[in-house]
């Protein structure tokens, strides 16, 4: 059965979606137990696979039989085993504590609510394990067609930015897909090692040229780098909580995964790194995105918000990373890949206790919760300390990684933009926790005529996910050196110094 | 160099943090602190059972895991790391006594929550004082900025967030800002950050990075107090007195300067910084800030905040110490942490004890308060002369030996630094002293009820004054520490 | 089923299958739309006369085309042109007949249906006089002839 | 806005541009697109999986794992779209609107209220004003059923002409949009509801998807429809074929489905109840 | 591949594709893009490319107008440009 | 033979720039249905001719006939709408 | 200059499709109402679909369903280069889907949107939600 | 076969040039009513003429794939014949609906 593992785990959900639906037109409330009983058997495919690949090294699954150039093949590497256990973790953690959410929030369409969930993992597990570029853009497609309706499913102007993610989100596939056409054009195939092979020729053809960046502005477009950003933080922002939990910590960092894998494994680093001599350009890049980010985060007064801006500074972290091209600014981006991924998960699976309970997501409403919500609040003090970068928990580490390689390639300016939001994280969270802490406790919220005497903890399952986030946040940390030792380097080719 | 391989430091380390949940979980004020004292005394306990192997010269070693190719969280207990945890230990179990007395006495809030955190403020000073790396001192370095804000900010009022705010601005601030970096071009040119007697990074490195580097970590250390990222110190006062007194005189900022001497001697390395003549600035910034320090001390009339600019000089003489690379002067900087501790928590003792009597922060308010509160300001006095260096107490030590050590080195300047500086300390403690004890207390200024503190308030400041007056004669365990690794680091 | 095979093309067994499959499938479905239960025995002799009418009505369909190509490229179309409603009522009765009806005016020279009342009075669009004129017509008759009214 | 969209278009286009002269020319038999990869598939088709339509055959078989994801596309956007549109709350109004077909008078009557006698001539209808078109009702009645069978032949028929399962199944749907639209919702419903649209759009893509966990299960990959010889009494080509007829099915049935399903919420805002 | 044929439904292409989007007036919009639609599928068949042609003619012309039609009447015709 | 298909084929594409103004410029939006309607007529014609044109008629055949029926539902449906919602001018303010 | 209009006379398909994605995205852009944007990026994705059946497409060659008709005498060996490469219509036939789903998502965002606004003018939903 | 090219040459161009006065006629008659008669009705010819033309030809061969080929060409002319009309009255009921008032001589004389 191991075989099948990297087919499987796209199966489980896939098959499971359509069992959802069924399921729940027939009884409510079958939906959640058979979505839990799907993600956590693709949760355990994925370790399984991960296990499988650091023993015995890539895993390669012919789908229909057909091998690759012909039929699309799925390639487990290290790489993208990690990125794919931390993909289900993240999706099955965030589903376990959302549960009383959701119930809540879409109480008429849980049906509906847990198809799209699941088909959402199925399409970003996809990206991640497919080894064909066409592939990947279908998936991509499941994965942003979910992701909008997701987000689009909530009040007052959700819809609205959901709307602009489409439009924003298609034209990056859109482009995406071109810079595919592109390839194929002048190689004939769309699977990536293939790709791989045939590309070298062709390096001088400005057809390449032309691919590489139409590609490169496509996936910018789709993960929310800096000049592309806009629709981020619109989007998520909006987006109801359960909701924005699962998209936040997964779209953006399985984009870059994907940036990753098509620059590491399609063109190759020679090329991406070299020829095309867009690294430092890049870099730059990330740096204004990582200040902008920062800044724009510090000039709102909205807990979600904030985090989204936040992400955008991180979207430039990773990549930045990446594109300085040397082994340790790559095993940063891809270690921060995963530790964003929780880390994210955990500070917007707080946001939304916290947002459940208050009622708002205005910083300012956010008085006297240490005393009111304490576990909860201590979990986002992890979960922020995390991505302030302090040492035990794992945002130290992929920052370490990433200022490590700034050093090494002499990239002082993104050590400085790197430290600086660090800083300016610094001022974001201790400026909540401050309200939180200091401010007494108000019955009445302000404007809202919201009457909240009853906040308190929230429900007993949310607080359990959260803590398990908060421990996986040390946990990863505290093994950065291993998973960077077993996965990572395994994952990076070996021309990279 | 004899290692054993233990897993003593860890456990020390780990035993406040453990007792955390006992600490919060406990439903009666007893039973918590009693756990507290539980903790302490365990704590303090392991670390003295490692002292007679350090005093044989061996070193413990314990390497928890390895989180970075040739970083790992590693402890490993040398002299002076000994040194500084057998202090912040001990001071633990006084100040927890001093703390019960004093929180009480004012009937404070959120008492668990203070005693959690102090615990987690003393698994991070430990963590500090035996960590093997660089990397795990930064670590627990952090650790201590974050935990020690709750208790800075104990009163959540608008002074206490105001202060919050700007103490860990500087703090973690200037740790991201300036540290990180600095550790991480450091483990770009070695490739690995242990704390090695010589230095890491000799022969690595040209000159200007190495003074860029040392800049960064001196100033990066904020808790150290240097002169210009000095400020958050005495806003930090706003704090409960036990905090401000075992953190601001013993584990923040002693934390700080250890961090200090501990990149100085093990990551830069004596040798090159003499030959690369780096000395000089530092001895500049550490003597203006014990000199600007004791100037401005001068003109507080909050007691509290005297004390905090006194600290902010006291701690330069540290890092003075161990900026003029000379044995000697190594030595007497080492010393003077243990010193100092004594000294100043005596002081912050007694004004806390004075608060909770009275309720008076400022000098001016006193007036005769000896009279009333004999043991106090008994004490408060023997504090003073420890801090000033008068030959009773403790302090005399660790500022004969620095003197010595300025005169090993040829530092003319820096010995009339020291003297002038002790000229200005008793200039600032002495009208306190004189003002309690020999000026008629004006009875419009206390209640006629005024007494001594509570005895668990009392208690510990006569301990530790005691303690201050007898280390002079015996200071054996601080001084020999601090010699054999001052003999270590300076390769003498 | 004819309409399948002509679509197919295919005469194997396994398509031939599939087709009974899907002509079942499809009548199952809709098939009360193509049949309405009412008068299903007299529908082969409507097909009959219906066929005969067809070639009639091509005739007719030649000759509005003629007459509209000619208003088309007419030089002074606007003024031989003169677009009117004319309403009147015919004595069809069935809604098939009615159809029928219906679209043959629109075919034919001229005029389209515009609205058929519920009982049975036809708005119709005429574009100029002659076609106007020549309105319930013939065609009336021998629609009806078809279904026999 | 319009100064930046120009910008933005020519920065665009001036890529797009960039890499075209290295392009190709256009409808070159030589070209690379040509010679890689795709001539296999013209060559091995038939022999492969005895289907002449070789885009059929590369659409099924070769990357069939693509289709099915572009059904679970098509599924995903019929559910997001009753996920985001649905409104299930009762509908309010608390009139209905009949009219008698012979006079054309319109009846409105309250909740709870009876029609008069001889409610057979009555039609309910939208609360929106609806000529009586007899024309196009018998138009439908009559094209409808054709069009169905005609959509079953396309999925049929997709291994030896153009078409397939999402062509027929968007003409299956098509056709039934064209009842609803014709009649109105309410009838569109009789036919098929809601939830068995709902029903057969998952039903259809799970047909698919079953399709290959079977071939897993009897030891092929997933998707590897030539393990499913036993199950058909044929050989490993033939059940290729087969194989891909299957799964043109489901493809078609959820097209289908999803199709009108989309259909319904659009056109009703999610109400279900008044349509186009 | 007539390319003659092919250059002309290309510009018609063109000139529906600019219509749809200039027209003002939603439901002109959609009615021209379903004449976009039906132009490429002409186009499609034009290259050959038989079930993308039939496809196009079964969704974009077909359907997808009906959705946008229907879109349209459950909101509201008016635009600015 | 081809020649004439091809030629018939051109000026059909001719015929269908005439229609196209009457959709792209219709006055009304009714214009411009007719405009797509003839537009779609005439397709179904050209599609049969590059049929034969590749000589593969068979093949495109059910391509037309699609084309005629999803013509004709989209011209449907646009009709409907103001069956249902009277008044061509009405949300068109100004104009 | 010969050069140049053999080259645009070679690729003029390259050419249009690149016009429509401008076309698109300036839809996509400039225009506020949100049907037209919808439409631009159908637009759009429609221009990706020529192009990659534009690079499907060999000139005088045959639709790619293997001819079988008639007169067929048994299987002859199947030329690859006589039929249009299949590989790109497949892909676009997904991408067709793509795009048929995407716009029905949109469209149900739109009425959403015009649900709570009113209106689907982006320059008035903003004063909308200014006013709220 | 020379005679059936001629033929079906013939029944061709009759179709396109029914086409042709389709489309002028689209475009010159004055309202909308008028130009629904060339659209409905020459196009509707000029589909059948040409698609019979068209069957004629594939069917000259008499094989019998070509000759259903043919047949399918009928169906879609027997289609057309029964979609066409109806669109045409679908559309102009449609206009007459949104109240657009059916030109006529008089008022253009007003007019002008």
């Not at chain 2, 000994?82 to 100040?95: D, E, G, H, K, P």
């Not at chain 2, 950050?193 to 022969?203: I, T, W």
């Not at chain 2, 007691?303 to 902010?312: D, N, P, Q, V, Y």
């Not at chain 4, 799970?206 to 009897?218: I, P």
């Amino acid at each position: 059965m191991s075989a099948h593992f990297p087919g499987l785990v796209i199966i489980i959900p896939l098959v499971a979606a359509f069992l959802i639906l069924i399921g729940a037109l027939l009884d409510r409330r079958l939906a959640f137990p058979l979505t839990a009983l799907a993600l956590l058997g693709s949760l355990l495919t994925a370790i399984g696979l991960l296990g499988k690949v650091i023993q015995t090294g890539v895993v390669e699954y012919h789908l229909a039989g057909w091998a690759p150039p012909v039929g699309i093949a799925y390639r487990v590497d290290h790489l993208n085993a990690l990125v794919l256990v931390a993909v289900a973790t993240v999706a099955f953690v965030n589903l376990m504590g959302t549960r009383e959410l959701v119930k809540g929030l879409f109480e008429d369409r849980l049906g509906p609510f847990y198809t799209l969930y699941i088909l959402l993992i199925a399409g970003l597990q996809g990206i991640v394990v497919t080894g064909d570029a066409f592939n990947l853009y279908v998936l991509l497609e499941i994965a942003a067609l979910t992701g909008y309706a997701l987000v689009g499913m909530s009040e007052g102007r959700a819809p609205l930015s959901s709307l602009n993610y489409i439009f924003i989100g298609t034209v990056g596939a859109s482009l995406y897909l071109l810079g595919v056409g592109y390839l194929y054009l002048v190689t004939g195939t769309l699977n990536m090692a293939d790709l791989a092979v045939r590309l070298p020729a062709l390096y001088p053809s400005k057809v390449v040229v032309s691919a590489f960046v139409i590609c490169l502005v496509g996936l910018c477009i789709k993960m929310g780098f800096f000049p592309m950003h806009a629709w981020l933080p619109n989007a998520y922002s909006h987006a109801p909580d359960p909701v924005s939990s699962l998209v936040a910590p997964l779209v953006t960092k399985v984009m870059i995964y994907v940036m990753i894998r098509m620059m590491l494994f399609v063109f190759t680093p020679a090329f991406a790194f070299d020829q095309m001599a867009i690294s430092e350009p890049m870099v730059w890049l990330a740096i204004a995105a990582i200040v902008a980010g920062s800044f724009m985060a510090l000039s709102t007064r909205r807990l979600k918000r904030m985090l989204t801006y936040i992400i955008v500074a991180e979207v430039g972290y990773m990549v930045g990373g990446f594109w300085l091209g040397n082994r340790l600014g790559i095993s940063g981006a891809i270690l921060h890949i995963v530790n964003d991924a929780i880390m994210t998960l955990c500070v917007f699976l707080s946001a939304a206790a916290i947002i459940s309970k208050v009622g708002s997501d205005a910083i300012d409403d956010m008085q006297g919760l240490f005393k009111k919500m304490p576990v909860t609040m201590g979990v986002f003090v992890v979960a922020g300390l995390s991505i302030i970068g302090v040492p035990p928990t794992c945002g130290f580490f992929s920052k370490w990684y990433l200022i490590s390689g700034a050093v090494a390639a002499g990239q002082y300016g993104f050590m400085a933009a790197l430290l600086l939001s660090s800083l300016i994280n610094l001022v974001l969270f201790f400026r909540i926790f401050e309200i939180a802490y200091f401010e007494p406790f108000h019955d009445h919220h302000g404007d809202h005529g919201h009457f909240v005497s009853a906040v308190q903890e929230a429900p007993f399952e949310m607080l359990v996910t959260l803590v398990v986030t908060a421990v996986l946040l040390f946990a990863l940390g505290i093994y950065a050196g291993d998973i960077v030792s077993q996965i990572i380097d395994h994952a990076i080719p070996v021309g990279i110094t | 160099m004899d290692t054993l391989i233990s897993v003593k430091p860890l456990i020390a380390v780990l035993v406040s943090l453990l007792a955390i949940p006992l600490i919060g979980f406990s439903r009666s004020p007893n039973v918590r602190e009693g756990w507290t004292f539980l903790a302490a005394v365990i704590k303090f306990a392991l670390v003295a059972s490692m002292l007679p192997a350090v005093l044989h010269g061996k070193e413990i070693i314990c390497q928890v895991v390895e989180v970075l190719p040739g970083l790992s969280l590693a402890f490993r207990v040398d002299a002076f790391g000994m040194l500084f945890a057998l202090v912040a230990s001990f001071l633990w179990i006084i100040t927890s006594a001093y703390s019960i007395g004093y929180m009480r006495g004012l009937d404070e809030h959120a008492q668990t929550r203070y005693f959690c955190f102090f615990a987690v403020s003393l698994s991070a000073a430990i963590g500090v004082a035996f960590s093997a790396n660089l990397l795990t001192m930064y670590l627990f370095y952090e650790m201590l900025s974050l935990a020690t804000y709750p208790l800075v900010t104990h009163h959540q009022d608008e002074e206490a967030r105001t202060s919050g705010r700007k103490y860990l601005l500087y703090t973690v601030g200037a740790s991201i800002g300036l540290v990180l970096p600095a550790m991480l071009v450091t483990y770009h040119f070695t490739g690995n950050l242990d704390f090695s007697p010589q230095g890491v990074l000799a022969g690595t490195a040209s000159r200007g990075t190495v003074a860029l580097l040392l800049f960064m970590f001196v100033f990066g250390f904020a808790k150290a107090a240097v002169m210009p990222l000095h400020s958050w110190l005495p806003a930090a006062m706003v704090a409960p007195t036990p905090v401000s007194a075992l953190l601001h005189a013993v584990a923040v900022v002693k934390v700080g300067v250890f961090s200090i001497v501990r990149v100085i001697t093990g990551i830069f390395g004596t040798d090159m910084l003499q030959a690369f003549d780096l000395s000089t600035p530092l001895l500049f910034v550490a003597s203006t800030t014990i000199l600007v320090g004791s100037f401005i001390a001068l003109s507080q009339d909050n007691l509290k905040r005297m004390l905090a600019f006194s600290t902010i000089a006291q701690l330069s003489y540290i890092v003075l110490g161990a900026a003029m690379l000379s044995p000697k002067g190594v030595t007497g900087g080492m010393v003077h942490i243990a010193m100092h501790a004594f000294g100043k928590i005596t002081l912050f003792f007694c004004a806390g004890a004075i608060f909770v009597a009275t309720g008076k922060k400022n000098i001016s308010e006193m007036t005769g308060i000896g009279r009333r509160m004999p043991v106090t300001m008994t004490a408060f006095f023997i504090g003073a002369l420890s801090i000033i260096g008068m030959p009773p107490c403790g302090g005399f030590l660790s500022k004969w030996t620095l003197v010595l050590g300025a005169l090993e080195a040829d530092q003319i300047a820096i010995l009339a630094v020291l003297l002038f500086s002790s000229l200005l300390n008793a200039a600032y403690f002495m009208p306190v002293v004189y003002r309690a004890f020999f000026c008629p207390p004006e009875d419009a200024l206390f209640e006629a009820r005024v007494q001594e503190a509570p005895l668990f308030c009392v208690v510990p400041l006569a301990i530790t004054a005691v303690i201050s007056l007898v280390l002079l004669v015996y200071p054996q365990p601080f001084m020999q520490l601090a010699v054999m690794s001052a003999a270590k680091v300076t390769g003498l | 089923m004819v309409t399948w095979v002509v679509l197919s093309g295919k005469f194997d067994v396994f398509h031939l299958t599939l087709g009974v499959i899907s002509c079942a499938i499809v009548s199952f479905a809709s098939g009360d739309m193509l049949f309405s239960a009412k008068n299903v025995s007299r529908v082969p002799g409507q097909w009959l006369r219906f066929i005969l009418y067809v070639p009639w009505l091509l005739y007719q369909i030649f000759r509005a085309n003629m007459h509209v190509m000619r208003l088309v490229f007419h030089p002074r179309m606007m003024e031989l042109i003169n677009p009117q409603m004319v309403k009147y009522k015919t004595r069809l009765d069935s809604e098939m007949a009615r159809f029928i009806y219906a679209n043959s005016i629109t075919l034919t020279p001229g005029t389209i249906t515009v609205y058929v009342s519920l009982y049975g009075s036809y708005t119709v669009h005429a574009i100029d006089d002659l076609s106007a004129e020549g309105l319930p017509g013939e065609m009336e008759m021998r629609v009806a002839a078809i279904f026999g009214e | 806005m319009r100064f930046l969209a120009l910008i933005t278009i020519l920065m665009v286009g001036g890529l797009l541009f960039y890499g075209t002269p290295d392009f190709p020319a256009w409808g070159d038999p030589e070209s690379p697109a040509s010679l890689h990869v795709s001539p296999y598939y013209i060559e091995h088709a038939v022999e492969d999986t005895a289907v002449p339509n070789i885009v059929t055959a590369v659409l099924a078989d070769y990357r069939g794992y693509d289709t099915m994801f572009e059904t679970a596309v098509i599924f995903s956007a019929g559910i997001a779209c009753l996920f985001l549109l649905r409104i299930y709350r009762r509908k309010s109004t608390t009139t209905r609107l009949y009219r008698h077909n012979l006079t054309g008078i319109t009846l409105r009557i309250a909740k709870g209220g009876k029609l008069p006698e001889g409610s057979a001539e009555f039609e309910r209808i939208d609360s929106l004003w609806v000529p009586y078109d007899m024309i196009i009702k018998v138009t439908s009645r009559l094209v409808v059923p054709f069009v169905q069978l005609f959509a079953l032949y396309v999925i049929a028929h997709g291994h030896h002409s153009p078409g397939g399962g999402f062509q027929g199944g968007v003409i299956f749907g098509a056709a039934i949009i064209l009842y609803a639209i014709s009649n109105d919702l309410r009838r569109a419903f009789r036919r098929l509801n809601e939830k068995a649209a709902l029903l057969a759009s998952a039903a259809g893509v799970l047909l698919y998807a079953g399709t290959g966990l079977m071939c897993l299960l009897l030891g092929g990959n997933f998707l590897d429809y030539s393990k499913l010889a036993d199950l058909l009494y044929t050989d490993a080509i033939m059940a290729r074929s087969h194989g891909i007829l299957i799964v043109e099915i489901g493809v078609g049935l959820a097209v289908m489905a999803v199709m009108v399903s989309l259909y319904y919420n659009l056109s009703s805002a999610g109400r279900h109840d008044e349509g186009l | 591949m007539i390319w003659p044929v092919d250059l002309i439904i290309m510009v018609l292409v063109m000139i529906c594709g600019i219509g749809a989007i200039m027209v003002r007036d939603l439901l002109g919009a959609g009615i021209l893009f379903g004449a976009y639609s039906f132009m490429m599928c002409l186009l499609w068949a034009i290259m050959g490319a038989v079930d993308v042609a039939f496809t196009e003619a079964s969704v974009g012309a077909g359907v997808s107008t009906v959705f946008l039609v229907a879109a349209v009447f459950r909101t509201s015709r008016r635009t600015k440009d | 033979m081809q020649d004439v298909f091809l030629y018939s084929s051109i000026f059909l594409c001719g015929v269908m720039v005439l229609s196209l103004y009457r959709a792209v410029f219709g006055p009304t939006v009714l214009d411009r249905l007719i405009g797509v309607n003839a537009i779609g007529s005439k397709t179904t014609v050209l599609l049969i001719l590059i049929g034969l044109i590749y000589e593969r008629v068979d093949m495109f055949v059910d391509i037309a006939l699609a084309y005629a029926t999803l013509n004709f539902i989209a011209v449907l449906a646009a009709s409907r709408y103001f069956q249902k919602k009277k008044g061509l001018y009405d949300e068109m303010g100004g104009k | 200059m010969e050069s140049l209009l053999a080259n645009f006379l070679a690729k003029y398909n390259y050419w249009a499709y690149i016009g429509l994605v401008m076309i698109g995205m300036y839809a996509m852009i400039a225009k506020r109402n949100l049907v037209k944007k919808i439409i631009g990026m159908n637009i759009v994705q429609t221009a990706v679909i020529l192009f990659y059946v534009s690079i499907a497409a060999k000139k005088g060659k045959t639709i790619p369903i293997i001819a079988h008709g008639h007169e067929d005498t048994g299987h002859h060996a199947v030329q690859a280069l006589d039929y249009i490469s299949p590989l790109p219509h497949v892909l676009m036939l997904t991408a067709i889907v793509v795009s048929v789903a995407t716009l029905g998502v949109a469209l149900a965002l739109a009425i959403k949107v015009y649900r709570q606004y009113g209106t689907l003018e982006e320059d008035e939903i903003a004063m909308r939600i200014e006013e709220q | 076969m020379g005679f059936l090219n001629v033929v079906v040459i013939f029944l061709l161009a009759c179709g396109l040039f029914f086409f042709f006065a389709g489309a002028v006629g689209i475009l010159r008659f004055p309202d909308f009513y008028s130009r629904l008669h060339p659209a409905g009705k020459l196009d509707t010819m000029g589909l059948f003429t040409s698609m019979i033309a068209m069957a004629l030809w594939v069917a000259h061969e008499w094989h019998l794939g070509d000759i259903l080929t043919a047949l399918k060409i009928l169906l879609i002319v027997a289609f057309v014949f029964i979609t066409s009309p109806t669109a045409t009255h679908a559309i102009v009921d449609a206009g007459v609906r949104a109240g657009l008032l059916p030109w006529t001589k008089d008022s253009s004389e007003d007019k002008s």
